[in-house]
């Protein structure tokens, strides 16, 4: 059975204003995140490449909010995995990190993009494969918030089937992401509905 799958992580470490070109890390292995979750560097590699094959065969996607197709307004520029530790912008990613580079095609998304309306990359998708540890059996080298409970455990992906990744809206309080989303689907719905244009110039106009 499979699970529905989720992240979300900071962008951008990089902005090409030239080239209007916005650079991140899209998985980070060895970190457990905030719903509990943490990628090996090799489980990365395998989902990273099993999204590029799908998405060149046209079954999975670049969107806008997991709402709206991005179309010819933004495409995938590079997508990576870290044979090493490389610094970005002001960011060293850890070897395994996956790094993706989107290039703006339109002058509204590339806004969004340096007013910081858009401030995160998250993944959609589905988990195939996972097993589940208690935070004292994890290996020595996977990193755990010093939030986490000892008792709640710990869930590493093992593989998994991206559908799509977006340019999101990244709110400075994790726990309010769900929110902003609910908003934003309730809000402009028409928008939404109606396609990218008026779906980013609704981000444009509200802001954070």
Known sequence: ???TLR???DLTD???EERQVATGALLVPDEVDTQGDYFRAGDIRRIAHDYMRRLQRGEAELKFMHA???GSKLSLAESRVLDESETIGDTEHAAGTWIVSVKAHDADVWQAFTSGLFGGFSIG???E???TLSPAELPRDVGVPEEHPDDVPIQRIEDATL???SAVDEPAVPQARVEVL??????HADDVAAGGDRCVQALIERGH
């Open 1 to 3: 059975m499979t699970e």
């Open 7 to 9: 992240k979300t992580v």
């Open 14 to 16: 990089e902005l090409d």
């Open 68 to 70: 709206v197709p991005a």
């Open 125 to 127: 998708g589905e988990i």
């Open 129 to 131: 494969q996972a097993s």
């Open 163 to 165: 559908n799509e990744f």
């Open 182 to 187: 609910k908003s934003l689907a309730k809000d």
